[in-house]
């Protein structure tokens, strides 16, 4: 048999554990290079897979058809580098991510190769080939990737209109004294704080800034997304009676912080909105705000965790079968009701003595009274709101905040 055949039979063996090979590079980055992870950006972590990903389809691919070196590197790897850049994450510390999923694909190689290609000089002269390409490989996509790291960098923190306004904000939030005159916006009123992504964010700004009759501070945040102040004096007094009143352009979401007063209240405010945003970005509503989610924002620090903690509580109430699901929902507006079975009733339309049914049958399923974890359940029950169709790449971007943390 031919060295191109024996490479095939390795590449497509190799396909097929892209998912596995995955997860391996994710975990060893997460202990071997700690520094990428440090502001837990979810615009930044939300690149890793897709990066991760499309390098091992590539390179496998690329086994398997004749050792043909790609025209660059994929997308996914582009776009990773240019929103390191702009979260002021260190190119050593990019480059090493991809030198830990470099030794993590190569020991799948070789030991793929030791296993189905018998040992002598047939296999010295397959592992000679699958380095040389591996080696080539990684040598043009890192050209790519350093300068188009290098490019946004430029672009990002010297070229761009908004550098001086963003540094002066940034300063501002992490407590450094800075002249912010320059800035044209009162620190001295109520502040409404944003994330905003999605196809339309300067729109759906100027559509908040009018609602609240407010003066608009915008700044580019990392991977797009847009970061904003809305301050008036009278904010606070008017947010809860136009608040719900909002709606974002079709395929724009937002997550607001506050609103809060003076310049500890910008800073609060934000902090708020980008707690808001994580979960925001697990939800498929347009709009996400701080107080609405403070809980899950809390709790979902530790994503694994609080998994865990969700189908322990809930056990065999969180299956995902209609009957269940219906069982969730009696029981999570029991709680909203303060535990009123009339209440309830009302609320999800059905007859008392149904509610009354629905939560005997949640009683036996779950093999106590309710009243007996009430909290707990209550907090399960929210949580599997959120988490209920969250992939595990999207429970990746979520994490404990680094003190500075600001999106910028």
């Known amino acids: 048999m031919s060295i191109e055949h024996d490479l095939r039979a390795v590449a497509d063996e190799l ?8 997860e391996e590079v994710r975990e060893r980055c997460r202990s071997g290079a700690p520094n990428y992870y440090r502001r837990n950006d979810p615009m930044l972590l939300e690149t890793e897979l897709p990066s991760i990903t499309g390098a091992l389809t590539s390179i496998i691919h690329g086994l398997r058809n004749a050792r043909q070196l790609p025209e660059g590197a994929s997308e996914g790897a582009l776009e990773e580098a240019r929103v390191a850049a702009q979260a002021g994450v260190e ?42 390409f591996h080696f080539a490989w990684n040598d043009r996509i890192t050209h790519d990737v350093v ?52 196809s339309a964010p300067r729109a759906a700004l100027k559509s908040l800034a009018a609602l609240f ?5 915008v700044v580019e945040g990392t991977g797009g997304t847009s970061l904003a102040w809305l301050g008036s004096s009278r904010l606070c007094e008017s947010f809860e009676q136009r608040y719900e009143t909002f709606q974002p352009p079709a395929a724009t979401f937002v997550a607001v912080g506050g ?3 003076g310049v500890e209240g910008f800073r609060r405010a934000h902090r708020q909105a980008w707690q808001a945003c994580r979960v925001g970005r697990l939800r498929s509503q347009p709009v996400t705000r701080y107080r609405d989610v403070a809980l899950e924002s809390v709790v979902l620090r530790d994503a694994p965790a609080a998994r865990d903690f969700m189908m322990s509580e809930l056990g065999p109430i969180g299956d995902d079968d209609a009957r269940t699901q219906l069982l969730r ?3 999570k507006a029991y709680f909203d009701t303060g535990q009123n079975a009339a209440a309830t009733a009302g609320r999800i339309r059905v007859h008392e003595r149904t509610v009354a049914y629905r939560l005997k049958s949640i009683e036996e399923r779950l093999g106590f009274p309710i009243n007996d974890r009430r909290d707990e359940l209550a907090v399960a029950l929210r949580l ?25």
């Open 91 to 132: 190119l050593t510390d990019l480059l090493l991510t991809r030198r830990i999923g470099q030794v993590v694909l190569w020991n799948w190689i070789l030991e793929t190769v030791v296993r189905i290609v018998p040992a002598g000089p047939r296999q010295i002269a397959v592992l000679k080939q699958a380095a040389e």
């Open 15 to 22: 396909i097929l554990k892209i998912p596995a090979i995955s």
């Open 259 to 261: 609103p809060l007063n």
């Open 213 to 217: 009759e407010a003066s608009l501070l």
């Open 147 to 198: 300068a188009t790291y290098e490019q946004e960098k430029s672009a990002y923190f010297f070229h761009s209109r908004d550098r001086q306004r963003r540094a002066v904000v940034t300063d501002l939030l992490n407590g450094v004294p800075t002249d912010t005159e320059q800035l044209g916006y009162n620190l001295k009123v109520d502040h409404l704080a944003a994330v905003v992504w999605g």
């Open 384 to 408: 599997a709101d959120v988490l209920h169709d969250a992939s595990d790449r999207q429970l990746s971007i979520l994490g404990e905040n680094s003190q500075g943390e600001t999106g910028i």
């Open 329 to 331: 929902e009696t029981l």
